[in-house]
């Protein structure tokens, strides 16, 4: 039924879109926010009829896009509504988590659950969860990781976040209530446990991770280490609205041209002190206008279209 239910409404909806472009009925904004308009329908639609709401959503959304011609449409119109996808997630995301957290569970004589427990299995899971697997396997990754430095900075960085609270919400339906499931104590401790312990698992690695890079930077200039010089990179905007960032120079309408964060584009300083000087003649400026042009332009052919970033342990 969630099938059918999702190939229907997806079906009857891309049919709808197609008709509306045609007619130029639909503003970008509303192309862009249909799957999500879609997602709130069908999870509410489907709880109401008795049906898995995660597999007709999904239907749903594969029979949107079922001859690519929303995918097609939609990266056209991109830069209208990435910004806006991603302030609805990130921060919407983040406020849910802090409103669920369980705080008082955290040290409870019911679950048995006390301060060091959580703060031991947090720190096992920091180590054991991925660094091992990456460490072990990343020969076989050459163009991503170089060498155990780097396999070791990925493995370390693996935050748990949404996707733990929406698993062990899940779990909860999967498994009978705590009134319901008295008898077997095994059962009983489980369900009391799995929400504290998960949650703790969310909130520990939001905190160690979230502060792990301010304090490698303050390691690394403690120590004197060499930071990473790489070359500049061209990099598809996400949106032509959006101004680049600090590290960064505008490249053409689609791309900007960026730079390691404590790399700049090669100017000459006489260059940098002459700019924004008022009582410069015309032909001066246009001879500093040149130049820029020139460096912006010889950072542009040494760019690399490439989304790989360079990191450099000591």
Not at 65 to 85: C, F, H, P, S, T
Not at 99 to 121: C, K, N, Q
Request: aromatic residues 10%; contains cysteine; hydrophobic residues 45%.
């Amino acid at each position: 039924m969630s099938i059918a239910y999702g190939i229907i409404v997806g079906t009857l909806i891309r049919l709808a879109l197609k008709y509306y472009v045609q007619k130029k009925w639909i503003d970008s904004e509303s192309y862009m926010l249909v799957p999500t308009a879609i997602g709130l329908f069908m999870m509410g639609t489907s709880g109401a009829i008795g049906t898995d709401d995660l597999l007709s959503c999904f239907v749903a959304g594969s029979a949107l896009n079922w001859d690519g011609e929303y995918l097609a449409e939609a990266q056209k119109r991109l830069d209208e509504v990435n910004a806006r996808i991603d302030f609805l997630l990130n921060f919407g995301g983040f406020i849910y988590l802090g409103t669920i957290i369980p705080w008082s569970d955290f040290s409870s004589d019911v679950t048995g659950i006390s301060l060091g427990r959580p703060l031991a299995l947090g720190a096992l899971v920091l180590v054991f969860r991925r660094i091992p697997a990456v460490l072990l396997t990343y020969k076989l990754m050459p163009n991503t990781i170089k060498d155990w430095k780097e396999a070791l900075f990925m493995g370390y960085f693996g935050p748990i976040g949404v996707g733990a609270a929406f698993y062990v919400e899940h779990a909860r339906h999967l498994f009978p209530k705590l009134a319901e499931a008295e008898g077997d104590s095994e059962v009983v401790d489980m369900l009391r446990a799995i929400g504290p312990v998960l949650y703790w698992l969310v909130l520990f690695s939001i905190i160690v991770h979230g502060v792990s890079i301010p304090i490698l930077n303050v390691i690394y200039g403690y120590m004197g280490v060499q930071l990473v010089q790489e070359d500049a990179m061209a990099i598809r905007r996400r949106s032509v609205r959006v101004p680049p960032p600090s590290n960064a120079v505008e490249g053409d309408k689609e791309t900007y041209i960026a730079f390691n964060r404590f790399s700049r584009p090669n100017m000459s300083t006489e260059t940098l002190s002459h700019m924004g000087d008022d009582n410069s003649s015309v032909g001066d400026e246009k001879v500093r206008h040149s130049d820029l042009e020139s460096g912006l332009q010889e950072a542009r052919q040494n760019a690399k279209l490439s989304p790989r970033r360079s990191f450099n342990l000591p």
